[in-house]
């Protein structure tokens, strides 16, 4: 199981990029997926983050600004991200599990140690917001 970013770049602030991750290699029936970001001397932060029923949960930080969603099939995942801010600036990362305790707990938030509860992760992209 691999899983692949890609849209990352650099935009003006007030500049709008979207991201995608896609699922690659052996198939993964996830239950929740999320994207998270790290900035460098950072601490690795939830930015949002979609069930199987489409269910959302945004960061404070992003929320009304960053839109998650996923394609029918499960396999791909966008971010939609609007009004960028100097601060949304940050290495980007999506996640997939299958656990639904774990599942449960990046939905509402409550992961302690994200890299070591989640399950796969993608090799992260580049956003840079000036």
């Known amino acids: 199981v691999q899983l692949v970013e890609s849209g990352g770049g650099s935009v003006q602030t007030g500049g709008s990029l979207t991201l995608t991750c896609v699922h690659t290699?052996?198939?993964?029936?996830?239950?929740?997926m999320g994207w998270f970001r790290q900035a460098p001397g950072k601490e690795r932060e939830a930015v949002a983050a979609?069930?199987?029923?489409?269910?959302?949960t945004y960061g404070d930080s992003v929320k009304g600004r960053f839109n998650i969603s996923q394609h029918n099939d499960k396999n791909t995942l966008h971010l939609q991200m609007n009004s960028l801010k100097s601060e949304d600036t940050a290495t980007y990362y999506c996640a997939a599990e299958r656990d639904l305790t774990q599942c449960h707990k990046l939905v509402f938030r409550l992961l302690d140690s994200p890299l070591n509860e989640l399950k796969h992760w993608g090799q992260g992209t580049q956003v840079t917001v000036s």
């Open positions: 290699g052996r198939s993964l029936t996830s239950n929740c």
């Open positions: 979609i069930d199987t029923d489409d269910y959302t």
